[in-house]
């Protein structure tokens, strides 16, 4: 009786111990994808939690300049409402004069799913765009503009700000208690559209790579930077720890008298350099492609900037311009991190080749470089910059909860695009970091600075992708200053 009931409990062990081999390797592609999307989620979550923000001091922020009010509606659908047919010949255009541009500059922009942002000079067409958005159903008003849009987000991460802007009162009344606006009031503000679409959308013959948007505007204020003696005067009182300037793309091909933007940026430039040496400076690149303006900003802003953010399409575009060579209109919306590292190292060691040679301004220290499939940072040892693990964990995130319009990221609307593993760089022999999902940031050390690099979780639902970057920077911020 003994020897039988020994090998029934011997026979059972086989059996529950068979049932889970097979359990195992029947689970489903999808089980063990979302197990380890639950991993790099948790990982990440651990990782921005590292850090705190004081609550009792709350660090304060300067931001400019302008604003708008967004209005997001679907590209697609209000290009078909005002009879906008697909072209046959995308194509790059500075601004936008007529509807044929603006159809060609659309297409152009929408099949590989790059954001882009043009300037209409044509005040009927915009008119006409603006009027048929407000006609079509689901269509979506909220407070737009880099600085706006970054203010919002430093100030629900804790901080206390002073934005740079001039608003109607409606606005005002919008704006978080912990957000001090020094600027003019206005009746009209300016409007941009977004025009939004989501990956494999399709317009005549087009179909997207990657969901993005296009933006138009056709501003009156904000190209005069026209908040910022106010915000000059407010500086002084405000002592902040962190000054950010964003928006300065609203000048983009703008029709200015002869020498009105140099002056601007002129006095910008002495905002900038009277800063105190504790205040971080930090510039947000946006869409640019006036190789005028271009240079001025290499000439008036980036030598007094300590920090710079920028997403894939905007780093060969400034990079290219340091290099001596003409405005990158269009790059891969999709980059691998070696190529994303190798573009960020020459910057930096650009930028910085070009602070030792004139002997004024202030060094790069932190350079942020955002993509739909990870984050990417470099900043200098022993600089005031602080938490960069934790900062691009939070920068990560942060793209997950904006583009999918949640703070709770729900990974059954997330997908990992970024590789396996990924080289350091393009060059011969270089080493390769794979991804852990239990350690997913990567940091190491080189020369005189430390890289770091995370993957985000991508939203599949997507809610909005505009104003993603302005959220991005401003998040990986918080948690370094």
């Not at 029934?8 to 081999?21: C, I, M, N």
């Not at 209005?71 to 409402?81: A, E």
């Not at 430039?269 to 001025?296: C, K, P, Y």
């Amino acid at each position: 009786m003994a020897v039988e009931l020994r090998s029934g409990l011997k026979y059972g062990t086989v059996l529950s111990f068979t049932a889970v081999l097979l359990a195992f390797w029947l689970r489903s592609p999808r089980s063990v994808l979302d197990e380890r999307l639950d991993a790099v989620l948790s990982s990440l979550l651990r990782a921005e939690r590292k850090v705190g923000i004081n609550n009792v001091a709350r660090p304060r922020v300067a931001i400019g300049f302008g604003g708008c009010v967004d209005i997001i509606v679907d590209g697609v659908t209000l290009l078909n409402k005002i009879g906008l047919r697909p072209t046959d010949q995308p194509l790059h255009h500075d601004y936008i004069e007529n509807a044929e541009q603006l159809a060609q500059s659309f297409a152009y922009f929408f099949a590989p799913g790059a954001a882009s942002e043009r300037f209409v000079m044509n005040d009927t067409l915009f008119s006409q765009l603006v009027e048929a958005s407000r006609e079509l159903p689901g269509n979506r008003w909220s407070v737009g503009g880099n600085a706006p849009v970054m203010a919002g987000r430093m100030a629900s991460e804790g901080c206390d700000v002073l934005l740079g802007g001039s608003f109607s009162p409606d606005f005002n009344d919008v704006l978080s208690q912990h957000i001090t606006v020094a600027g003019n009031i206005v009746e009209e503000p300016d409007i941009h559209l977004i025009l939004e679409y989501p990956s494999g959308a399709t317009w005549g013959q087009y179909t997207s790579r990657r969901a993005n948007r296009y933006i138009v505007h056709s501003d009156d204020h904000n190209p005069y930077l026209d908040s910022m003696e106010e915000f000059e005067k407010r500086l002084q009182s405000f002592k902040p720890d962190l000054l950010v300037v964003g928006g300065l793309q609203m000048m983009d091909n703008f029709p200015f008298k002869h020498g009105e933007r140099e002056a601007l940026l002129s006095h910008l430039t002495w905002i900038l350099s009277s800063a105190s040496s504790q205040t971080n400076v930090h510039f947000e690149m946006a869409s640019f492609v006036d190789e005028g303006l271009m240079s001025d900003l290499l000439e008036f802003v980036l030598p007094h900037a300590d920090s710079l953010g920028m997403n894939e399409q905007e780093l060969p575009n400034l990079l290219s311009l340091f290099r001596g060579s003409n405005v990158t209109v269009l790059s891969d919306p999709n980059p691998r991190v070696a190529t994303v590292l190798d573009q960020m190292r020459e910057l930096y060691r650009l930028v910085n080749q070009q602070h030792k040679e004139a002997a004024t301004g202030r060094p790069l220290t932190r350079l942020h470089v955002h993509t739909l499939a990870f984050q990417a940072m470099i900043v200098t040892r022993g600089s005031q910059w602080k938490n960069t693990m934790s900062a691009v964990a939070k920068a990560s995130l942060t793209a997950n909860r904006h583009v999918c319009g949640s703070a709770d990221i729900d990974t059954s609307k997330a997908r990992l695009i970024m590789d396996e593993s990924f080289s350091v760089s393009r060059r011969e022999g270089s080493q390769r970091i794979p991804l852990q999902e239990s350690r997913p940031v990567s940091c190491w050390t080189e020369d005189d600075y430390e890289i770091c690099v995370a993957p985000v979780l991508v939203c599949t639902e997507v809610y909005q992708t505009a104003g993603g970057g302005d959220n991005i920077s401003a998040a990986g911020l918080v948690l370094q200053i």
